[in-house]
């Protein structure tokens, strides 16, 4: 089992930035890669930006050159640093961890980030 728990949303204008992190607790060992997705309400969740192991990465491309995503291994923490946000990047952000050799997928509680514009 792996417990998730994300922290850093909020209300922020357009223009701004936030940053939401996500601490991995448990069978960490088991974690090959983690992200973060987002659902806005009436969307289905989507795939924000996911970092593996040995640090590769992968955005979607309405966040590219807007989100950074970065983990610490050793804290079992991954970050999403968002700048320039967008109204349309309104949705609740989860956290998302991908574990081996099963596959299975856990999912933190969810942050809101609301972008005014």
């Known amino acids: 089992q792996v417990q998730l728990v994300e922290s850093g949303g909020g209300l922020v204008q357009a223009g701004g930035s936030l940053r939401l992190s996500c601490a991995a607790s448990?069978?960490?060992?088991?974690?090959?890669?983690m992200g973060w997705y987002r659902q806005a309400p009436g969307k289905q969740r989507e795939l924000v930006a996911s970092?593996?192991?040995?640090?590769?990465?992968k955005y979607a491309d309405s966040v590219k050159g807007r989100f950074t995503i970065s983990r610490v291994n050793a804290k079992n923490t991954v970050y999403l640093q968002m700048v320039s946000l967008k109204a349309e990047d309104t949705a609740v952000y989860y956290c998302n961890a991908h574990t081996y050799p099963w596959g299975r997928d856990y999912w933190g509680q969810g942050t809101q980030v609301t972008v005014s514009s």
């Open positions: 448990g069978s960490t060992f088991s974690i090959n890669a």
């Open positions: 970092i593996s192991n040995g640090g590769s990465t």
